[in-house]
């Protein structure tokens, strides 16, 4: 991760249009983050800081972030403090990741004081410290109470103490870079770099050995540390690109750079400034995580019912395997009543001429001995009547257990292609109509906007392609008759509309490739496509069709 030292410089040496405003807000969505709300004569601006161990950052956010309802303690000090202070100065550091802020305020008896504020934004040892004028520290977002080995006691009434050093060397220090590097026995000019610079992490440092052509097994040498301190160096001035990758299957956020970086994959997307870009990425991954734990419950939900589905259709089947042997009960009765005359009370079986078999052999049948012939027989056209009723409530049970597999397959289908919670909405309307989830106790005044389906151009062609039940039928419902309407055959997937009245033949295939994609069918090579006109598809509601007169097109998944 690109994180490091020289990233989070880069972005501090854009918030210099802070630096004259004023504080006019001071907010906390949790108790990690603290973010300040400047008036400059640029205009207002909202800075967020992070001390999160697993996302320490610092930038400017247009992302809206909700404050609980009671103010923390925490809270009410740094408004006290910084509300109406003006920012005088950014202390930013080439090679370690801290911000410093530094402000001017007047205190409680209206006298001119100057207080800081550290974003220390060291890993799982982050921290945001605000310190007095005297260097005392007066309170912060994550107090360490004991000074161990490795760390300092953070605590207000404490003096203000530097993070403790890593004992890594700047690229700024060549000479101490080339002796620590030279110190490194058996190993590549990387890993010897890797391991002892300051400032920058093992993706920049990969990259800059890319960059450089430097192969792997190249033992440190001066010539190199000298060309890589002067590629590092340059990073520190060069012209930004700031550069956001996501996965290309998904969009999920992957890193950001303050220019694009040839060794780490994914789909780049370029921003204006790298606070724009670190803001970007952040809304996107706290986007999806927010995404991923709405999902959840509507997964757990599908995965309860679909387990007790498959054992209803297993208890089904038992009972009907069960009652296969039900007609052995009922030849039993005929046989013992064919033959009353040979039974008496206290017989424990009965052989007999079975006239059921074609080879007319005979059978020996076991009999109650406190029964007579007649209660005998009876007793076997009950057990006969008996399970041929179990086998009519268990064929009914299997087709009722086969359809809900068949619909909760279709709604898990569902939730691999939502991507936003407009979607999901949709796909728990569905989960409530089956009874599977409570709905909301929510009263809704405004009806909800309904969600948008992807929409791709092929060859000038639109092709809406829908993403759970809702939207399948929206789009075909929507669509004209001369419209072109493609799903997979035989497996769940999404409906997909072609929006022309003279598709030609690659429009077509194209399109199958598509639908193909936004199905089970995904990792299939060779899956078939049906594809025929709207008029000839007839929607029932909840994603389900009836069509006809339609081709088949054979095609391999492509998004």
């Not at 100057?114 to 004028?133: D, H, M, P, R």
């Not at 058996?186 to 093992?202: E, F, I, M, Q, Y």
């Not at 809900?404 to 936003?420: F, H, P, R, W």
């Amino acid at each position: 991760m690109p994180k490091d030292a020289l990233t989070i410089y880069r972005a501090a040496c854009e918030l210099d249009k802070l630096v004259g405003g004023r504080v006019d807000k001071v907010a906390m969505p949790n108790a990690d983050t603290i973010i300040l709300l400047f008036h400059t004569s640029a205009g207002n601006f909202r800075l967020l800081l992070s001390c999160n161990p697993s996302l320490p950052r610092a930038h400017m956010t247009m992302m809206q972030y909700k404050s609980p309802e009671t103010a923390s303690g925490t809270l009410m000090y740094f408004r006290k403090r910084l509300t109406g202070a003006v920012l005088t100065e950014i202390v930013k550091d080439k090679c370690e990741r801290m911000i410093g802020l530094e402000f001017s305020a007047l205190d409680e008896l209206r006298e001119r004081v100057k207080y800081s504020l550290k974003a220390e934004l060291t890993g799982k040892c982050a921290n945001i410290v605000f310190v007095e004028q005297n260097g005392i520290i007066g309170n912060a977002l994550r107090k360490i109470y004991a000074e161990a080995e490795g760390k300092r006691a953070v605590l207000q009434g404490l003096p203000y103490a530097l993070p403790n050093p890593t004992g890594r060397v700047s690229v700024f220090d060549r000479a101490e870079l080339k002796a620590r590097t030279a110190a490194f026995t058996g190993v590549s000019a990387r890993t010897a770099v890797s391991k002892c610079v300051a400032g920058l992490s093992d993706a920049t440092v990969n990259e800059l050995f890319f960059r450089l052509g430097i192969p792997d097994d190249v033992p440190p040498s001066d010539e190199i540390i000298d060309r890589f301190a002067d590629a590092a160096r340059a990073l520190y001035d060069c012209p930004l690109s700031p550069t956001v990758t996501y996965e290309t299957d998904g969009g999920k956020p992957i890193d950001y750079f303050i220019t694009p970086y040839k060794t780490c994959g994914g789909e780049a997307k370029s921003y204006a400034d790298m606070n724009a870009a670190m803001d970007a990425y952040y809304s996107a991954l706290f986007s999806a995580a927010d995404l991923a734990a709405y999902l959840k419950p509507l997964r757990a939900a599908v995965k309860s019912a679909v387990a007790k589905n498959k054992k209803r259709l297993a208890d089904a089947t038992a009972k009907l395997d069960e009652s296969a042997a039900a007609d052995n009960d009922r030849i039993i009765g005929d046989l013992l009543t064919a033959n009353i005359y040979k039974i008496k009370r206290g017989d424990r079986s009965v052989t007999v001429d079975n006239f059921y078999d074609e080879n007319g052999g005979v059978i020996t049948i076991s009999l109650d001995v406190t029964k007579n012939a007649q209660q005998n027989a009876a007793a076997h056209y009950k057990a006969y009547n008996k399970k041929k009723k179990a086998a009519t409530y268990a064929r009914d049970a299997a087709e009722k257990a086969r359809s809900a597999l068949y619909v909760l397959d279709g709604i898990s289908a569902e939730l691999d292609l939502c991507t936003e919670k407009r979607e999901l909405d949709e796909v728990r309307g569905e989960l409530v109509a089956l009874g599977l989830i409570k709905p909301e106790n929510k009263r809704k005044k405004d009806k909800p906007i309904p969600s948008e389906p992807y929409s791709f151009d092929i060859d000038g062609a639109q092709l809406l392609v829908g993403k759970n039940h809702a939207q399948n039928d929206r789009i075909t419902r929507g669509a004209q008759r001369t419209d072109t309407w493609l799903h997979v055959k035989n497996a769940h997937g999404s409906h997909a509309v072609l929006k022309t009245a003279s598709p030609t033949e690659y429009q077509i295939r194209r399109a199958a490739e598509i639908a193909a994609y936004y199905s089970q069918s995904r990792a299939s090579e060779n899956v078939a496509v049906d594809h025929t006109l709207i008029k000839n598809v007839f929607p029932h509601g909840g994603g389900k069709v009836d069509y006809k007169d339609y081709k088949t097109v054979y095609v391999t998944p492509k998004n």
